[in-house]
Nanobody, 127 residues
Framework: QLQLVESGGGLVQPGGSLRLSCVAS????????VGWFRQAPGKDREGVSC????????KYADSVKGRFTISRDNFANTVYLQMNSLKPEDTAVYYC????????????????????WGQGTQVTVSS
């Protein structure tokens, strides 16, 4: 059974850092593009960053460029999101998701192109 489990969220002060992890079980992550998405209260779920199967292509939302870094370790069946210089507007539930799609997933990093989702981890940026 395909399962994604996110971890690493928490409460952090503005300017701080967190590293989120997305661990896959029940399948091999090698064949999937992976995306990180977030949803703040009252807002739509938005793409934060996406990475291709081999990590060669990535896409970032403009709001996180230069602050967040997505990476993957296929041997560990895990994808990471390093978040630096966090801002209060980064507060949201963060989800990882996977897709077998090759092109659209990293061209657009849109939630409609992803098939399977984790349960999410809360990130709160506040002083």
């Amino acid at each position: 059974q395909l399962q994604l489990v996110e971890s690493g969220g928490g409460l952090v002060q503005p300017g701080g850092s967190l590293r989120l992890s997305c661990v896959a079980s029940g399948f091999t992550l090698d064949y999937y593009a992976v995306g990180w998405f977030r949803q703040a209260p009252g807002k739509d779920r938005e793409g934060v960053s996406c990475i291709s199967r081999n990590g060669g292509r990535t896409k970032y939302a403009d709001s996180v460029k230069g602050r967040f870094t997505i990476s993957r370790d296929n041997f560990a069946n895990t994808v990471y999101l390093q978040m630096n210089s966090l801002k209060p507007e980064d507060t949201a539930v963060y989800y990882c998701a996977v897709t077998r799609d090759y092109y659209r997933s990293t061209a657009y990093c849109a939630k409609g192109d992803f098939d399977s989702w984790g349960q999410g981890t809360q990130v709160t940026v506040s002083s």
